[in-house]
Structures are given as C-alpha cells and as structure tokens.
C-alpha cells in the first residue's frame, strides 16, 4: 500500500496548506510518461519520510485550477511546502536522492 495521498481542490487546504509537517506535492497527469515513472519514487520517499513528512499527488487534469493557481507549466512539478507556504519547487523527473533532499531540508 502507498503511503502518497492524494490532494484537490476539496481537499488541499487541509492535506497541504494546514499540515503540520512539510508536505511534498506533486503536479502530474496520467498521461504523462516521466510522472509514471517518478511515483515508484515518490511511493519510496514517502514510505521513508512517512514520520516527518507527507507526499500528496494532484491530478492536473482534474485539478486545473490547483494548476493555474500554482503556475504549474511543465509536469511533473514538485512544489514543497512548508506552514503552508510553498517553500521549493522540482520540475521534470528528478532522482529519489535529490527529492528526498529537498524534503528533509523542510523537516
């Protein structure tokens, strides 16, 4: 089982902007052949960030407005939050070492 939630409009501001820890959240689409590859790393980073962090995926098919309101351009995009603030962001598939990194730098 995943330890990656998921995140919309309905759900956002608690899931993300309202967490108490950081929370990593990825733009992505099912289309899109380097997301499908990222979520096997994700699934990875979130199983062993689980205690200090979360890993939350939004559709932006489904989520257009979430997408627009964040700039999202290019997907995967990566937006990692901290006290609800979008504190960095990754665009294109990355390595688990480097978003592992960048989610352990919020902790």
Known sequence: ???????????FEAVVLNSDKPVLVDFWA???GPCRQL???LDEVATE??????????????NGELATKY?????PTMIFF?????????VGLQ???EIKKSLE???
């Open 1 to 11: 089982m995943s330890n990656v939630g998921k995140a919309d409009l309905e759900n």
């Open 30 to 32: 099912e289309w899109c």
């Open 39 to 41: 979520g096997p790393l």
């Open 49 to 62: 960030l689980s205690e200090s962090a979360s890993v939350v995926k939004v559709n932006v098919d489904d």
């Open 71 to 75: 700039g999202i351009r290019g997907i």
């Open 82 to 90: 901290k006290n609800g603030e979008a504190a960095k962001t990754l």
């Open 95 to 97: 390595t688990k070492d």
């Open 105 to 107: 730098e919020l902790v």
